[in-house]
């Protein structure tokens, strides 16, 4: 009698804890998925001849979201929407339908559309399955580097692609030997010149990229944090570059010389940034911060997401495929920014460029 | 058997819970990568000409950003189609590169 007592017990015990993985299970797959992160409201945008948004209607969160890249993933899709980064970035998909579909997707009844980025420099190439440019190195002539730049534009406008992370301006490619175009700084500067304005002419925002230089070398295989000393050659393409290129990509590099980035990441450096900014009034966009050159700086990401933001980054690529993470991303900035270690003034300077950069006027 | 399914149910339960308030509990597999002491190695390849991608770091976003990864030999091969480059890792380059945010979340 009391065995079977026990084992009507065991049978109940098993039943609720059922019920209670089953309850924990869809738990974890509803936070997974962004489902607890709250819908931001839409930013409102006043019809007219050039739209326009008014910046005191955006929250705080709404515009360092707005400061944020993500990885646009087809997963991640609906949260993204509900959360409004700035851009979302695009990997490599088989089919030219695949990105088309998944860029309407993405920018389908969005009040403020997305930068749709993508990393187009020849022999890195998302679309290579069906569709192929000559690499960086390949280019001989600044009329071939425009035609070039030309015909990626027409195809990543079509495509609906409207920001891509190119060219690459380093001097030296050590390792891929084919991102950087061939010559010493005034070449690759006249080419990488005649490369962005085709691209621009079609819509096309370009990205002169690894600010200060100095990034494609090869390293200690055992240090993640390098030092590199900068000379004026490696600062030359961005000097020249900067009354056209709408963008400029700032490196993990710790960097000396020309540039000195005080002992910090150059992308994380008040000092680089700052710097750069006093010259350049195009978009400061970060390097993809998860990498180990950047994360192994900090003692936590908290401190991390901070610095990029202080230094002055107006955009930040955090391509972490945790919705939850980029949403406590956004709050620890927020906090940053309420706790005055961030000027708000800041924000709404970045923000503005951005909004201008996807063709509103801003009004404050 | 019913007090081992319930022993097992409650370990399960317990490690939802735990997830659920982001406690990072070490996997299998990320235990295997650390027993794993061979030196990750990450080539990139352009055309026919291979060099070493010491930056990890960059080695799997460069992975990551490509159509497919596939076996060949011992090494895995992440690339997208002609023409462009290829990212070539030992498997404990592969492994460390699954484990990052970038890659599976």
Known sequence: MAKKSKLRDAERWFFALILIVLILATLNVAKA?????????????????????????????????????????????????????????????????????????YQQEMEVHFFVTVDLEGCLNPFSNFKQFPAAAEIETSDEAFRIGTEEGKFLKSVGVNLNFAPVVDLKDQIWR?????????????????????????????????????????????????????????????????????????????????IDSRG????????????????????VISDEINMLGLKDFYPTLDEMYLAVFIAGNDMILNFNEDPNEIYRMI?????????????????????TKILKAKGFAVEP | MILVA?????????????????????????VLD???????????QWENEINPLPDMGRCCLGARAQLGCHQENSNWVCETGPGTLRYILNKKAYNYCLGQVIWNG
């Open chain 1, 178 to 258: 084919c991102r950087s175009f061939p010559g010493d700084e005034k070449e690759v500067t006249l080419l990488a010149d005649a490369y962005l304005k085709g691209l621009q002419e079609q819509g096309v925002i370009a990205t002169a990229k690894h600010y200060p230089g100095k990034t494609l070398v090869t390293r200690d295989p055992h240090k993640y944090l390098v030092t590199a000393t900068i000379d004026n050659r490696d600062l030359f393409p961005y000097s020249e570059l900067g009354k056209d290129v709408e963008g400029i990509m700032v490196s993990h590099l710790i960097t000396n010389g020309a």
């Open chain 2, 6 to 30: 319930n022993i097992s149910l409650v370990i399960v339960a317990l490690f939802l819970t735990l997830n659920l308030f982001d406690v990072k509990i070490p996997n299998i597999g990320r």
């Open chain 1, 331 to 351: 709050q620890v900035v927020k906090k940053g920014v309420e706790q005055g270690d961030i000027p708000e003034s800041q924000i709404d300077a970045s923000v």
């Open chain 1, 264 to 283: 910090i990441p150059s992308v994380a450096s008040p000092q680089v940034i700052g710097t750069l900014k006093q010259r350049y009034d195009g978009l």
């Open chain 1, 33 to 105: 998925s962004g489902y607890f992160i709250p819908q931001q409201p839409g930013i409102q945008v006043n019809a007219g001849v050039t739209p326009t948004v008014q910046l005191h209607t955006l929250s705080l969160e709404q515009k360092i979201a707005q400061m944020i890249i993500v990885s646009g993933s087809e997963a991640n899709l609906e949260v993204w929407k509900k959360m409004q980064p700035g851009g979302v970035h695009l990997f490599a998909r088989s089919k030219e339908e695949q990105f088309t579909q998944l860029i309407n997707k």
């Open chain 2, 34 to 44: 650390l027993l794993d002491k061979e030196e990750p190695s990450c080539l990139v």
